[in-house]
């Protein structure tokens, strides 16, 4: 607990630094009190620049003029090679000119004096917007700040534990901004340079040089993280291009696996590879701490085995052509230079897994199984981590080549994913997501953060904007302010910017009357700043169009995928790849289940679990059996009873396994229902099946309910009654049914599983007609 006179002190500190930052920053923002913007010079590219285009000589004066303004609304078309942009080689704010390449300082919405320093960056180009707006691209430098939080999501990227006074670091990040939020210029030195001006020793700066005067030694890559460089000048490190780097080549389609393997299964066949190479592992280690002790060597030692970094400088010091306003950065993304002794299939380990929120963990048990009952009982259970995934690798590599371009890109994007629940669809979200990150921590990819929001985890809508403001900054506050700080966050170009991937889980929980909850989260990912990909998940496939409106079924894009049930077929290989190496299950046996349960749903979990209660039920019969054979050779030691023969699942005990799950207590509630609870239950999920969602107000389904009885010739109860109906079928919990409410507006939804309601009622002709009736909507 933090005591009172500590919270004085903080705040009393927290003015002094405000105080002081005001003092060297006034309100005016700038080194002038003239705030006035102009350009320096005619355009940089006038000869392409349509809007200044000029008519033929030959025409007279007056018709020249006409041309003229007529030339200036005129759309420059593709592949013309004109231009309505004019870029500009500098700008002057008051009395002071600013030119390409210059250190300046930056104040926007994300500084908001909160930082001790202003934003360092350098300008890269500039040019005029059709509104008449000035804006620039910025490269931006790395302060303290940055580096310390850089360090916390990149464990592996060899950032110095603290930097020195004066001390900032290049990055290869760069932002579009509003040149009226430069403030002021500042200067930046090679090491050398500043030793010799400021001494050996940690420089001392005065109050007024604190922002004015930096030093660089090193530059912060994407993928790569920190590395040692020597500051040639703000000319040469505009011109910077990062080294690219030969990547392996792609695996083609005829050598893909049938089935995706999991990150589990990576994990542990890189533990098997290491245990069996303890000498090289040594010397990969000593080698590592080699790297890791002094950072100016590690730079040499990337260098060794061909010509090193400092020869090659001179290269990659080229000249880059102007960066249009509309387009992303290519250098911050391109890929980095292998070493020569390195083998171009085996990427090298630079960068940690990124800090993300905490995600639903694995129930994962820490008994190790004896017996094949025991693997099999493990493997089949529906949270085990599988060693592959198969029938989703299509699905898999389509999503994980659209996250992975987005994040290389530094772009927004929507993905909407939608199938019956029970296809895979988190799961393969989830192995998608591993597997990136696990090329983050390899060096292949940019990091980037994972946030996961589950619709049936939050207890309102706009509580969304709290976890993810959470998982951002590590603070938790209430939902309109992170509201009101994420708008500010996605709209307003900062230094430490990394993509950020939302699963939203469970979308149809997240519907409200007004849709601004997702209607925001569709929506950031269009701001150029947000670098916010957001995936989707719902069960229903139509549900934009059905439930949101046209401005949020919009954002969500061209990119959808949908999974489709799972076929008899598939669900038997989904079983099999879990039964590798164990006896326990007869083919026939497998393939009964999976028919069973494609034919109603085609839920993988509910297959799962069908062929997990048959081994429970042949392994408790072989303890019966061993425990009764062990007494027979008590009774009669020297009588010969012959080898026991080994117990499989086979049909019949898959057959009492699903009569079993069919008697379940849910179920058997459901079957001495009285007549109109079962109309009732199967007018809710009618509802459910056309809306898409999980929940239906009463007086919906009461309509439907009284629809019901009118076409089969059934007496219709009245509204009472139905509300009678409703409390009961709530009470025993078939129902959750909103509390504080008894109104007709009050939400229902199902406390049961859509499977058990059907296999209750599908014995019952009346009821089979009714449900064979029903909407064939996206949910079973």
């Known amino acids: 607990m933090v005591s009172t006179s500590q919270r004085i002190n903080k705040r009393l500190e927290n003015a002094r630094k405000k105080a002081a930052r005001d003092a060297l920053y006034p309100e005016s923002d700038s080194e002038s009190d003239d705030d006035t913007l102009e350009w320096l010079g005619e355009p940089l590219n006038k000869?392409?620049?349509?809007?200044?285009?000029?008519?033929?000589?030959?025409?007279?004066?007056?018709?020249?003029?006409?041309?003229?303004?007529?030339?200036?609304?005129?759309?420059?078309?593709?592949?013309?090679?004109?231009?309505n942009i004019p870029y500009y080689k500098g700008f002057r704010k008051g009395n002071v000119d600013y030119t390409l390449g210059d250190i300046v300082l930056l104040e926007n919405e994300q500084y908001s004096r909160k930082m001790d320093h202003p934003h360092v960056a350098q300008i890269l180009s500039l040019w005029e917007t059709e509104d008449g707006d000035y804006e620039g691209q910025f490269r931006w430098f790395?302060?303290?700040?940055?580096?310390?939080?850089?360090?916390?999501?990149?464990?592996?990227?060899?950032?110095?534990?603290?930097?020195?006074?004066?001390?900032?670091?290049?990055?290869l990040d760069d932002d579009q901004n509003d040149v009226s939020t430069v403030v002021g210029k500042c200067a930046v030195f090679s090491e050398a340079d500043w030793r010799?001006?400021?001494g050996t020793t940690e420089a001392v700066l005065k109050a007024e040089e604190q922002s004015r005067l930096w030093f660089c030694r090193g530059m912060v890559r994407r993928m790569t993280g920190y590395s040692s460089i020597e500051w040639k000048g703000n000319e040469a490190m505009m011109n910077?291009?990062?080294?690219?780097?030969?990547?392996?080549?792609?695996?083609?389609?005829?050598?893909?696996?049938?089935?995706?393997?999991?990150?589990?299964?990576?994990?542990?066949?890189?533990?098997?590879?290491?245990?069996?190479?303890?000498?090289?592992?040594?010397?990969?280690?000593?080698?590592?701490?080699?790297?890791?002790?002094?950072?100016?060597?590690?730079?040499?030692?990337?260098?060794?085995?061909?010509?090193?970094?400092?020869?090659?400088?001179?290269?990659?010091?080229?000249?880059?052509?102007?960066?249009?306003?509309?387009?992303?950065?290519?250098?911050?993304?391109?890929?980095?230079?292998?070493?020569?002794?390195?083998?171009?299939?085996?990427?090298?380990?630079?960068?940690?897994?990124?800090?993300?929120?905490?995600?639903?963990?694995?129930?994962?048990s820490a008994v190790v199984p004896q017996t094949e009952f025991e693997h099999a009982r493990n493997r089949l259970h529906v949270k085990a981590v599988p060693d592959t995934l198969p029938c989703r690798e299509d699905e898999f590599m389509e999503i994980q080549e659209h996250l992975e371009s987005a994040i290389e890109e530094g772009t927004g994007s929507c993905i909407y994913i939608s199938g019956v629940p029970g296809t895979g669809k988190t799961a393969t979200v989830h192995e998608v997501i591993r597997s990136l990150q696990a090329k983050a921590e390899e060096g292949e990819i940019s990091p980037f953060q994972f946030v996961e929001i589950n619709g049936m985890k939050v207890t309102e809508p706009s509580y969304a904007y709290v976890l993810l403001w959470m998982a951002l900054t590590d603070q938790k506050v209430t939902a309109n302010h992170a509201?009101?700080?994420?708008?500010?966050?996605?709209?307003?170009?900062?230094?430490?910017?990394?993509?950020?991937?939302?699963?939203?889980?469970e979308l149809d929980l997240l519907v409200t009357a007004k849709q601004t909850v997702m209607y925001n989260f569709f929506e950031w990912p269009n701001w150029i700043h947000s670098r916010l990909i957001v995936v989707a998940v719902a069960n229903t496939m139509d549900l934009p169009e059905r439930m949101l409106s046209n401005k949020i079924s919009s954002r969500l894009g061209l990119t959808r995928i949908n999974f489709q049930p799972y076929t008899y077929q598939q669900l038997v290989t989904i079983v099999e790849s879990r039964l590798v190496g164990i006896r326990a299950f007869r083919k026939e046996a497998i393939e009964f289940a999976a028919r069973k349960v494609g034919a109603v749903s085609g839920d993988a979990r509910r297959a799962l679990?069908?062929?997990?209660?048959?081994?429970?039920?042949?392994?408790?019969?072989?303890?019966?059996?061993?425990?009764?054979?062990?007494?027979?050779?008590?009774?009669?030691?020297?009588?010969?009873?012959?080898?026991?023969?080994?117990?499989?699942?086979?049909?019949?005990?898959?057959?009492?396994?699903?009569?079993?799950?069919?008697?379940?207590?849910?179920?058997?509630?459901?079957?001495?229902?009285?007549?109109?609870?079962?109309?009732?239950?199967?007018?809710?999920?009618?509802?459910l099946r056309r809306r898409g969602l999980a929940e239906d107000e009463f007086s919906a389904i009461a309509r439907a309910h009284l629809q019901l009885c009118r076409l089969h010739n059934i007496k219709p109860p009245i509204l009472s009654d139905l509300s009678a109906i409703c409390a009961s079928l709530g009470a025993c919990r078939c129902l959750l049914v909103e509390a504080g409410k008894q109104d007709i507006h009050q939400r229902v939804r199902l406390s049961v599983s859509e499977e058990d309601?059907?296999?209750?009622?599908?014995?019952?002709?009346?009821f089979r007609r009714l449900l064979d009736a029903l909407p064939s909507g996206p949910t079973m």
């Open 47 to 83: 000869d392409t620049f349509l809007k200044r285009a000029r008519s033929s000589a030959q025409e007279d004066e007056s018709k020249k003029d006409e041309t003229q303004s007529s030339a200036s609304s005129r759309r420059a078309t593709r592949g013309s090679g004109l231009s």
């Open 142 to 171: 790395h302060q303290a700040e940055d580096i310390e939080k850089l360090r916390r999501h990149q464990k592996k990227g060899n950032f110095p534990e603290r930097l020195e006074e004066g001390e900032i670091v290049y990055s």
């Open 196 to 198: 010799k001006k400021f």
């Open 240 to 364: 910077y291009i990062e080294p690219k780097e030969v990547r392996p080549p792609k695996v083609s389609a005829a050598t893909t696996p049938k089935a995706v393997t999991t990150t589990k299964a990576k994990e542990v066949a890189a533990t098997s590879t290491k245990s069996s190479s303890g000498a090289s592992k040594k010397k990969r280690a000593h080698d590592s701490s080699g790297e890791s002790s002094d950072s100016g060597s590690e730079h040499e030692q990337e260098a060794s085995g061909s010509e090193s970094d400092l020869e090659s400088e001179d290269t990659d010091f080229e000249t880059k052509g102007k960066k249009a306003p509309a387009k992303k950065k290519t250098a911050t993304v391109a890929p980095r230079k292998r070493k020569a002794n390195e083998k171009a299939s085996v990427p090298r380990k630079t960068k940690a897994i990124v800090t993300r929120a905490p995600t639903t963990q694995r129930a994962i």
């Open 483 to 505: 509201l009101q700080l994420l708008e500010k966050q996605f709209s307003t170009p900062g230094p430490r910017r990394l993509p950020v991937v939302v699963l939203m889980d």
């Open 609 to 687: 679990d069908i062929c997990r209660r048959a081994v429970e039920i042949v392994e408790a019969a072989a303890l019966k059996k061993e425990e009764e054979r062990r007494r027979a050779v008590e009774l009669n030691p020297f009588e010969d009873y012959g080898p026991v023969d080994p117990d499989q699942v086979t049909i019949r005990t898959v057959d009492q396994a699903i009569k079993e799950m069919f008697a379940s207590p849910n179920v058997r509630l459901i079957q001495t229902a009285s007549l109109h609870q079962k109309l009732f239950l199967v007018a809710l999920v009618s509802r």
């Open 757 to 766: 309601v059907i296999m209750a009622l599908k014995p019952d002709p009346l």
